[in-house]
């Protein structure tokens, strides 16, 4: 089976071709506010190796809105012209390690933070959207967990840095783990859209 498996999802892109057990592509692409344009090259290359998609697998987030849209709506365009299964997976399920479980935090904004508990590529809690307080908590009870995170944060100081990527989206969806969503995809949100209301004259 072909794999094609795309992660847009943090400002480090990848993308990753899985045949069968060779890995044909695996490539990354540094894209804060332009993934769309980076994508399209790595995605040629991957179409001339493979010649046809199987299955498509996106990372679904949580992480860059724009970022995420931009894969599902490449994704879906190349499984309308291909006929290809599309499939997405967490993103916090897949980060470039090689670790059976761990836990995935990142910063959420607005003072919250988002907390997955993983296992063996799949989500076993989570991603949820907590506070600070909440994130400790959810952290201290599983001790000895690994901590990974894409950035930095200083309410975690022993968080790994690790991103994301589309290696183990492709490997992960092969062998049919940690799919979470497939056909019409959306990212995975972790708290209802803001919308600022016009104010009252």
């Known amino acids: 089976m072909k794999v094609l498996a795309i992660d847009t999802s943090t400002s480090h892109g990848s993308v990753a071709l899985l045949d069968g057990g060779r890995v044909l592509l695996n490539e990354a692409c540094i894209s804060d506010r332009n993934h769309g344009c980076a994508l399209v090259p790595l995605i040629e290359r991957a179409r001339d190796l493979a010649g046809r998609f199987d299955c498509i697998a996106i990372g679904l987030g949580p992480g860059s809105y724009a970022g995420v849209r931009i894969a599902i709506a490449t994704a879906m365009g190349l499984a309308m012209a291909t006929g290809a299964r599309l499939v997405g997976i967490p993103s916090v399920a897949a980060w470039e390690c090689d670790l059976d479980h761990h836990i995935a935090i990142g910063d959420a904004r607005r003072e919250t933070f988002y907390f997955t508990k993983v296992e063996r590529g799949t989500c076993t809690e989570g991603p949820l959207l907590t506070d600070a307080a909440g994130l ?23 968080a790994i840095i690790a991103r994301p ?24 949100y972790l708290r209802e859209p803001h919308i600022t209301q016009p104010k009252v004259r």
């Open 165 to 188: 990527n589309a290696l183990t989206i492709a490997r992960l969806a092969a062998e049919g783990r940690g799919i979470c969503a497939e056909g019409d995809l959306e990212p995975l």
């Open 136 to 158: 400790l908590a959810r952290i201290a009870a599983l001790p000895g967990w690994p901590v990974l995170s894409a950035e930095a944060l200083d309410l975690a100081p022993q």
